[in-house]
């Protein structure tokens, strides 16, 4: 069965740190592309970083570029996802996920964000507030 489960979200105030985690069971995570996305309040889900499976580029939307680092440990099945200098408008449920596609070219994270995700974890939520 194919799972996905955030963890780390809660309040920080503006300028903190906070390391999101993506668990995956049922399926190999460095086989296949991972994204984060991101759903603020009255808001649309935007798609936040994401990471290759050919060979790990990754991917960052314009808001989070130089704040938010990506990165995958297969030992743990996990993907996580650095998160500095945040700021309030960086509230949001955060949700990993997936498509369980396999992909052999760089960058093709950028394709499944594009093409959509199957599979998605229940969320954690993120509160940049002071």
């Known amino acids: 069965q194919v799972q996905l489960v955030e963890s780390g979200g809660g309040l920080v105030q503006p300028g903190g740190s906070l390391r999101l985690s993506c668990a995956a069971s049922g399926f190999t995570l460095d086989y296949y592309a991972i994204g984060w996305f991101r759903q603020a309040p009255g808001k649309e889900r935007e798609g936040v970083s994401c990471?290759?499976?050919?060979?790990?580029?990754?991917y960052y939307a314009d808001s989070v570029k130089g704040r938010f680092t990506i990165s995958r440990d297969n030992a743990k099945n996990t993907v996580y996802l650095q998160m500095n200098s945040l700021k309030p408008e960086d509230t949001a449920v955060y949700y990993c996920?997936?498509?369980?596609?396999?992909?052999?070219?760089?960058?093709?994270?950028?394709?499944?964000?594009?093409?959509?995700?199957?599979?998605w974890g229940k969320g954690t939520l993120v509160t940049v507030s002071s």
């Open positions: 996920a997936t498509d369980l596609i396999p992909r052999y070219y760089s960058e093709s994270c950028i394709v499944a964000m594009r093409e959509g995700m199957d599979y």
């Open positions: 990471i290759s499976s050919s060979d790990g580029s990754t």
